[in-house]
Nanobody
């Protein structure tokens, strides 16, 4: 059974940091691309960051310079390092792996 499991969410104060992790367990031999997405209450799901197998990254303008996506191809894991978090970063964060595999989401709340 294909599984994608995120971890690392939680409550953090503004200016703080969190590191999200995503682990794939399934039959794919490689993951061609990973993505982190988020959905805040009342808003549509949006792309946060993506990374290809070869390491090409893309970020939403709102997180550039604060978030870093990375992956470990051998372990089939992806990570999202989030620094200088802001209240507007509060959302459920979802990991996605190509092709169209999604995790269950992890809550990130930024509040004092």
């Amino acid at each position: 059974q294909v599984q994608l499991v995120e971890s690392g969410g939680g409550l953090v104060q503004p200016g703080g940091s969190l590191r999200l992790s995503c682990v794939y367990s399934g039959s794919l031999s490689i993951i061609n691309a990973w993505g982190w997405y988020r959905q805040a209450p009342g808003k549509e799901r949006e792309m946060v960051a993506t990374i290809t197998y070869w390491g090409t990254t893309k970020y939403a303008d709102s997180v550039k310079g604060r978030f870093t996506i990375s992956s470990d191809n051998a372990k089939k894991e992806a990570y999202l390092q989030m620094n200088n978090l802001k209240p507007e970063d509060t959302a459920v964060y979802y990991c996605a792996a190509s092709p169209d595999i999604w995790g269950q989401g992890t809550q990130v709340t930024v509040s004092s």
